[in-house]
């Protein structure tokens, strides 16, 4: 088996992914207007907004070639934006569909010249990364905790080891990364819980941003949708006021670093 998924040495716009939906004019999915590709995820964190990306069957079969003319379709609005666009995938996991997920990264680049942005966990095989990452410009990383067990005890599925690596993986490619952490209370909002997080990304000098997302219910009535009892009834949702104490602490930690930091304004 190859260590990498190629698409040079394939049909690549005939390879098929199962879509679960996209957004046509994204705006908080990396710089600029962006056109936005949702896929499956493996996860199974307690505060996901999208219950519905879980079952992998679930969603609309597409070829590369069918989503490049339609993003092609709206470029100017995106090669136009403040800030530059381009093409984001999230989930989901992009990264459990990653011989498609290569396979349109590269597409993107080679027919539409736009900018590339995968969010994901961090998670994934090694293949999945080689296959991807040639092809990828920026990545969202989705730290669920800063310390194992209770990532562990988020994501309920998925290690922090992992994710860790993968981080490594970007600096050594020199590919950089935004760090988005929901905050979330009794969960990853102690003083504790952010001292392991600054620590975590002053050990990876590829990161440029910080985005702080307050938890929120948004997702609450998709779980009762499908049936699924919802693990947060009793949390409350937070405002960005809330959390003020939490970035100005982290812009503390990075101003020699300038690193934006975002959530409480």
Not at 17 to 28: D, F, I, P, Q, W
Not at 62 to 70: D, F, H, P, S, W
Request: with cysteine.
């Amino acid at each position: 088996m190859p260590a990498i998924v190629d698409p040079t040495t394939m049909d690549y716009m005939e390879v098929k992914g199962n879509v679960h939906s996209t957004e046509s004019l994204a705006c908080l999915e990396g710089p600029g207007n962006r056109f936005l590709l949702f896929l499956n995820c493996a996860a199974r964190c307690l505060y996901c907004s999208n219950p519905d990306t879980w079952d992998e069957t679930v969603g609309t079969p597409m070829t590369v070639g069918q989503l490049i003319k339609k993003i092609g379709n709206l470029k100017n609005y995106y090669i136009n934006s403040v800030g530059g666009g381009g093409v984001t995938v999230s989930g989901g996991e992009p990264l459990t569909q990653f011989g498609f997920l290569s396979c349109f990264l590269y597409a993107v680049k080679k027919h539409l010249n736009l900018h590339t942005c995968v969010e994901t966990t961090g998670q994934g095989c090694t293949k999945a990364w080689n296959s991807v990452l040639p092809h990828t410009d920026l990545c969202l990383v989705c730290i669920k905790h800063a310390i194992p067990e209770k990532y562990e005890q988020i994501t309920r599925t998925k290690k922090l080891d992992r994710c860790l690596k993968f981080l490594k993986e970007l600096e050594k490619r020199n590919i950089p990364w935004w760090c988005r952490y929901v905050v979330l209370p009794g969960y990853t909002d102690s003083k504790e819980d952010i001292e392991a997080l600054i620590e975590l990304v002053k050990n990876s000098p590829t990161c440029e941003r910080i985005e702080f997302l307050p938890y929120h219910e948004l997702g609450k009535n998709k779980w009762e949708e499908l049936g699924i009892e919802y693990p947060l009834k009793n949390i409350k949702q937070l405002k960005k006021s809330e959390i003020k104490w939490i970035c100005d602490m982290v812009r503390e930690a990075f101003k020699d670093r300038n690193i934006p930091v975002t959530g409480d304004t």
